[in-house]
């Protein structure tokens, strides 16, 4: 399906829960991500009683590009103040609750607190408003590694090792296909590439990980209200002990779930475990 954003499409996934639905779940992923990496924790939401809904970012996946490469915090804001009114519209009357992880969380801390009564209840998953710059960069650069694609699914997934190394590899490289293109024979991620444009302007208020987002994300998080969980990748070099040390000062009613034998990519890494810590999570919000 397709939903708004702020002036384009936004492709997404919705799984139904039944008629006794306990609420919604907007699950929002990483740059250089998309919709797919939450089809298994969708399903298993929905089995529990949650309507749940995965969307690609702006310039990710099925999700419209922008015309013009307007991948900024602005417009990613923008479209998830629109994606939620859509959403409520459409499941009237049920609690929303955010999930974002990496980007995507960035983008759902800022909005929940800067905007009163947005969510029910917010989860980031390996994110926080401190985010450390070494790993932060070793993600750019895995992002920006094959500027001319893949000669093969094989050779992609190799790259993918090589920047998780500690995630146990699938014996089927099918499930790759949901996250890159072929395209003039050659698989391409399946994001603008022009999105890391904003990467570049380090200084700007406009890129997630500058001075500016940052002390925007403090004050977000100091009017965070609803429940919090914070999910962590244990092997994480994302979000250290000091940025969840900061967010639980920042937010003092925060949860931290910390997953053992992950990394950044928590949801792919051990996504058992990051479903149920997640369900128990909303089960015991409500």
Same mark, same amino acid.
């Given at each position: 399906?397709?939903?708004?954003? @702020?002036?384009?499409?936004? @492709? ?47 310039? =990710? ?7 013009? @490469? ?37 983008? $759902? ?26 790993? $932060? ?23 993918? @090792? ?44 406009? =890129? ?14 100091? =009017? ?63």
């Amino acid at each position: 399906m397709t939903l708004p954003g @702020a002036g384009l499409e936004l @492709a997404a996934d919705r799984w139904a829960a039944g008629p006794d639905a306990r609420g919604v779940v907007v699950l929002l992923h990483g740059g250089g991500q998309t919709r797919h990496s939450w089809r298994t924790t969708g399903q298993q939401l929905a089995r529990l009683g949650w309507v749940t809904y995965a969307v690609d970012l702006r310039g =990710h996946g099925d999700s419209e590009w922008a015309s013009d @490469a307007d991948y900024g915090l602005s417009s990613h804001l923008g479209d998830l103040l629109a994606l939620t009114a859509e959403i409520r519209r459409r499941e009237p009357g049920l609690p929303l609750s955010l999930v974002g992880a990496s980007l995507g969380g960035v983008i $759902s801390l800022i909005a929940v607190g800067e905007n009163k009564g947005l969510a029910q209840a917010l989860v980031l998953v390996d994110v926080a408003a401190r985010i450390e710059e070494n790993g $932060s960069a070793r993600v750019r650069d895995f992002m920006m590694s094959a500027p001319n694609g893949f000669e093969s699914l094989e050779q992609a997934s190799e790259a993918i @090792a090589n920047y998780n190394p500690h995630r146990r590899r699938s014996g089927s490289l099918e499930g790759l296909k949901k996250n890159l293109r072929l395209r003039d024979g050659r698989w391409h991620w399946h994001w603008d590439p022009r999105s890391l444009e904003v990467e570049h302007s380090a200084d700007s208020p406009e =890129h997630p990980n500058s001075a500016a987002v940052y002390e925007r994300s403090r004050m977000a998080a100091r =009017h965070v209200d609803c429940p919090f969980l914070l999910v962590r990748g244990r092997m994480s070099d994302v979000v250290s002990d000091a940025g969840v040390a900061e967010m639980q000062e920042l937010i003092p009613q925060t949860e931290v779930i910390d997953v053992r034998n992950a990394g950044h990519m928590v949801v792919g890494d051990d996504n058992d475990v990051f479903t149920e810590g997640l369900a128990g999570f909303l089960d015991r919000i409500g």
